[in-house]
Protein backbone atom coordinates (compact mmCIF):
# COMPACT_ATOMS: atom_id res chain seq x y z
CA UNK A 1 0.00 0.00 0.00
CA UNK A 2 1.41 3.07 -0.89
CA UNK A 3 1.45 6.54 0.78
CA UNK A 4 -0.91 8.08 -0.79
CA UNK A 5 -3.95 5.36 -0.11
CA UNK A 6 -3.20 5.60 3.11
CA UNK A 7 -6.66 7.37 5.07
CA UNK A 8 -4.32 8.58 7.98
CA UNK A 9 -1.38 10.20 7.88
CA UNK A 10 1.86 7.87 9.26
CA UNK A 11 3.15 10.49 11.62
CA UNK A 12 -0.20 10.68 13.61
CA UNK A 13 0.07 14.30 12.89
CA UNK A 14 -3.53 14.64 14.34
CA UNK A 15 -4.16 16.85 17.42
CA UNK A 16 -5.04 15.09 21.00
CA UNK A 17 -8.72 14.11 21.58
CA UNK A 18 -10.07 16.51 24.32
CA UNK A 19 -11.21 13.48 26.06
CA UNK A 20 -7.48 12.31 25.99
CA UNK A 21 -5.80 15.64 27.40
CA UNK A 22 -7.97 15.58 30.78
CA UNK A 23 -7.07 12.08 31.32
CA UNK A 24 -3.72 12.90 31.53
CA UNK A 25 -2.14 13.28 34.79
CA UNK A 26 -1.73 16.75 35.92
CA UNK A 27 1.59 17.57 37.37
CA UNK A 28 1.54 19.32 40.92
CA UNK A 29 3.08 22.59 41.59
CA UNK A 30 4.51 23.03 44.88
CA UNK A 31 3.13 25.64 47.20
CA UNK A 32 4.68 28.91 47.02
CA UNK A 33 6.82 30.62 49.55
CA UNK A 34 4.62 31.81 52.41
CA UNK A 35 6.75 34.21 54.16
CA UNK A 36 6.12 37.99 53.13
CA UNK A 37 8.79 39.83 51.21
CA UNK A 38 10.33 42.52 53.48
CA UNK A 39 8.85 45.40 51.29
CA UNK A 40 5.75 43.91 52.88
CA UNK A 41 7.36 44.52 56.06
CA UNK A 42 8.24 48.43 55.68
CA UNK A 43 4.69 49.27 53.50
CA UNK A 44 2.42 47.71 55.82
CA UNK A 45 3.99 46.56 58.90
CA UNK A 46 0.58 45.39 61.45
CA UNK A 47 -0.49 43.26 58.78
CA UNK A 48 2.60 41.47 58.44
CA UNK A 49 2.77 40.72 62.00
CA UNK A 50 -1.09 39.67 62.12
CA UNK A 51 0.14 37.09 58.72
CA UNK A 52 3.09 35.97 60.74
CA UNK A 53 0.77 35.29 64.11
CA UNK A 54 -1.50 33.37 62.22
CA UNK A 55 1.36 30.95 60.50
CA UNK A 56 2.66 30.61 63.66
CA UNK A 57 -0.60 29.30 65.21
CA UNK A 58 -1.69 27.38 62.26
CA UNK A 59 1.68 25.62 62.96
CA UNK A 60 0.27 25.08 66.63
CA UNK A 61 -2.83 23.48 65.72
CA UNK A 62 -1.28 21.44 62.92
CA UNK A 63 1.07 20.09 65.83
CA UNK A 64 -1.79 20.08 68.36
CA UNK A 65 -4.03 17.83 65.57
CA UNK A 66 -1.30 15.35 65.04
CA UNK A 67 -0.23 15.18 68.64
CA UNK A 68 -4.11 13.98 69.46
CA UNK A 69 -4.15 11.88 66.59
CA UNK A 70 -0.61 10.00 67.73
CA UNK A 71 -2.26 10.06 71.23
CA UNK A 72 -5.86 8.08 69.50
CA UNK A 73 -3.63 5.51 67.90
CA UNK A 74 -2.00 4.55 70.91
CA UNK A 75 -4.63 4.62 73.17
CA UNK A 76 -6.55 1.97 70.48
CA UNK A 77 -3.14 0.41 69.70
CA UNK A 78 -3.98 0.30 66.29
CA UNK A 79 -0.87 0.78 63.60
CA UNK A 80 -0.68 4.30 62.29
CA UNK A 81 -1.72 4.93 59.04
CA UNK A 82 0.15 8.43 57.96
CA UNK A 83 -1.28 10.93 55.93
CA UNK A 84 1.46 13.36 54.75
CA UNK A 85 0.15 17.11 54.33
CA UNK A 86 2.70 18.99 52.37
CA UNK A 87 3.63 22.70 53.99
CA UNK A 88 6.29 24.87 53.22
CA UNK A 89 7.09 25.97 56.98
CA UNK A 90 10.01 27.79 57.63
CA UNK A 91 9.14 28.95 60.89
Known amino acids: ?50 YNQLREAGARIDATILRKRFDLLDALNRPLKVLVIARNESI
Do not use: F, I, S, W
Open 1 to 50: MNAAGRKRPADGGYPPHPAAVQAMPRTRKKPTDKTLPKLMEECQPEEYKL
